[in-house]
């Protein structure tokens, strides 16, 4: 007993509170998953059985896009795609398959007012893109237009950013881009019209223009689909004196439309 007292003590009387709080509303609201509505123990989590549909990306990939091979090569190969068209950023990874499960959570975040999800995504982003994150000056989210985020109350690229960054001594720029153009959805557009769609839809915030030369930025955004919004991104940001520039994004669509 007297051991539980001292430990008791060395936490701070703010965190117990927090704890408290979040056991009386654990058993008023018992946390249940996203996905599948069943009960889990704690929150941000998902239930086994969601975990068992999540197409998490691993093994090899184009070293540039991350799209993943079916085969084992060698590190640093290049898809064909990138062989013959090097995107503008330099490594994208993600850390979901783009499917009906992936898309789902994704939409209840987006759409469904599931912010409670950002950490959960957060930490999966963190442990997909631990090289990434060591080698990033700036940790930054793709910005949304002000009309749309009037409307959604969030940006959910913001929201995933800083879940990411918990503890690993980034700050992110939540600022660092903004959208100066509203565009219209992309969702049936092809590839080409997307890059034509996100053309001139971005820029650096004066507050920035000087303090980027050099610079090694990570962009967060929470679907990867052709690449064109963060190749527009990217082609700013160069402009703006950044020396390279990765993407990390939750899901990817493996198949892009042309």
């Given at each position: 007993m007297e051991g539980r007292?001292?430990?008791?003590?060395?936490?701070?009387?703010?965190?117990?509170?927090?704890?408290?709080?979040?056991?009386?509303?654990?058993?008023?609201?018992?946390?249940?998953?996203?996905?599948?509505?069943?009960?889990?123990?704690g929150a941000p989590a998902v239930s086994a059985d969601a975990w068992r549909n999540l197409h998490f990306l691993a093994g090899p990939c184009c070293e540039c896009c991350g799209l993943p091979f079916?085969?084992?090569?060698?590190?640093?190969?290049?898809?064909?795609?990138?062989?013959?068209?090097?995107?503008?950023?330099?490594?994208?990874?993600?850390?979901?398959?783009?499917?009906?499960?992936?898309?789902?959570?994704?939409?209840?975040l987006k759409h469904?007012?599931?912010?409670?999800?950002?950490?959960?995504?957060?930490?999966?982003?963190?442990?997909?893109g631990r090289a990434l994150i060591a080698q990033a000056d700036v940790v930054a989210p793709v910005p949304m237009h002000r009309s749309r985020l009037f409307r959604r109350r969030f940006n959910q690229a913001g929201l995933l950013a800083a879940g990411m960054t918990q503890g690993?001594?980034?700050?992110?720029?939540?600022?660092?881009?903004?959208?100066?153009?509203?565009?219209?959805?992309?969702?049936?557009?092809?590839?080409?019209?997307?890059?034509?769609?996100?053309?001139?839809?971005?820029?650096?915030?004066?507050?920035?223009?000087?303090?980027l030369d050099g610079k090694r930025v990570l962009l967060v955004d929470d679907v990867f689909t052709t690449g064109a919004t963060v190749e527009e991104c990217a082609r700013i940001l160069r402009r703006a004196g950044v020396d390279a520039v990765d993407v990390i994004t939750v899901a990817r669509v493996l198949r892009p439309r042309h």
């Amino acid at each position: 007993m007297e051991g539980r007292r001292e430990n008791d003590a060395s936490v701070p009387l703010t965190a117990q509170l927090a704890g408290a709080a979040r056991a009386g509303l654990d058993l008023l609201l018992p946390p249940r998953c996203p996905e599948t509505g069943a009960l889990i123990s704690g929150a941000p989590a998902v239930s086994a059985d969601a975990w068992r549909n999540l197409h998490f990306l691993a093994g090899p990939c184009c070293e540039c896009c991350g799209l993943p091979f079916d085969i084992d090569l060698p590190a640093g190969t290049l898809c064909a795609a990138c062989e013959a068209s090097p995107p503008r950023y330099d490594r994208a990874r993600a850390v979901l398959a783009y499917d009906d499960f992936s898309k789902s959570l994704l939409l209840n975040l987006k759409h469904g007012d599931r912010t409670d999800l950002a950490p959960l995504l957060g930490r999966w982003l963190r442990r997909a893109g631990r090289a990434l994150i060591a080698q990033a000056d700036v940790v930054a989210p793709v910005p949304m237009h002000r009309s749309r985020l009037f409307r959604r109350r969030f940006n959910q690229a913001g929201l995933l950013a800083a879940g990411m960054t918990q503890g690993t001594g980034h700050r992110p720029a939540l600022d660092l881009l903004e959208r100066i153009r509203a565009t219209p959805t992309q969702g049936h557009l092809s590839r080409l019209a997307r890059s034509r769609n996100v053309r001139g839809a971005f820029a650096v915030r004066p507050k920035y223009r000087g303090e980027l030369d050099g610079k090694r930025v990570l962009l967060v955004d929470d679907v990867f689909t052709t690449g064109a919004t963060v190749e527009e991104c990217a082609r700013i940001l160069r402009r703006a004196g950044v020396d390279a520039v990765d993407v990390i994004t939750v899901a990817r669509v493996l198949r892009p439309r042309h």
